[in-house]
């Protein structure tokens, strides 16, 4: 079945260094979203890439959608305490119509 | 507009009993996801319902159901608990079907002595 991986499980920065996680698909993915959760809270949406090659924008946050649509990336730019978290990118492909969540990325920052 | 709500919050079960969560949608959306959550594991799907139909289903055993109401309120049932089933549930209600942003509630934190 379809697997969604993400590198790395865990990363602890220091408050305003840079962050990156990325996340690999088995297969080829008709979108992405990205999910953030908070310790103790729930998920909660972040952004959609649908389009090959495309990249968003939200403040310090860049998204990335591959060429081939088989990988994504999350970078954060200066990270600051509010950032700390595990960010989940989830992939749909067009046969399964279901999303599959990878595996998350932790993000630690301390001052 | 209230967010989704699930029902209860906290809940201990003994092996071999049933339990059922519910999970109230957002107002309007019909699509409501069901996830297991586990440190082991992460996010797991278990399944999708979309107008009180079945959309999509995860890989788990049979002894995890599900329903969806014409109000949209969905139930999930486990039956035969087992201590792996020990995790958090976490519903997910969407406008449209799961493959639009979906919202979460808090979860229900599941554990199974």
């Known amino acids: 079945g379809q697997q969604v991986m993400q590198i790395p499980q865990y990363q602890h920065v220091q408050e305003g260094e840079d962050f990156t996680t990325y996340c690999n698909s088995s297969t080829t993915l008709s979108n992405i979203q990205w999910y953030k959760q908070r310790p103790g809270g729930h998920p909660v949406f972040l952004i959609q890439?649908?389009?090959?090659?495309e990249v968003k924008k939200q403040k310090r946050l860049t998204f990335q959608f591959g060429e081939a649509k088989k990988n994504s990336s999350l970078h954060i730019t200066a990270t600051q305490t509010t950032d700390v978290g595990t960010y989940f990118c989830a992939g749909l492909t067009g046969t399964a119509s279901k999303l599959t969540f990878g595996t998350g990325t932790r993000l630690q920052v301390t001052l | 507009k209230a967010g989704v709500t699930q029902t209860p919050r906290y809940l201990i079960k003994t092996r071999g009993q049933q339990v059922t969560l519910s999970c109230s949608p957002i107002s309007g959306h019909r699509s409501v996801s069901w996830y297991q959550q586990t440190p082991g594991q992460g996010l797991q799907f278990l399944f999708e319902?979309?107008?009180?139909?079945?959309?999509n289903k995860g890989n788990f055993p049979g002894r995890f159901s599900g329903r969806q109401f014409s109000n949209s309120r969905s139930e999930m049932n486990v039956s035969t608990l087992e201590l792996g089933d020990s995790a958090l549930y976490l519903c997910a209600s969407s406008l449209r079907v799961s493959t639009y942003e979906q919202y979460f509630g808090p979860g229900t934190r599941l554990t199974v002595t």
């Open positions: 319902y979309f107008s009180e139909t079945q959309r």
């Open positions: 890439l649908v389009k090959s090659g």
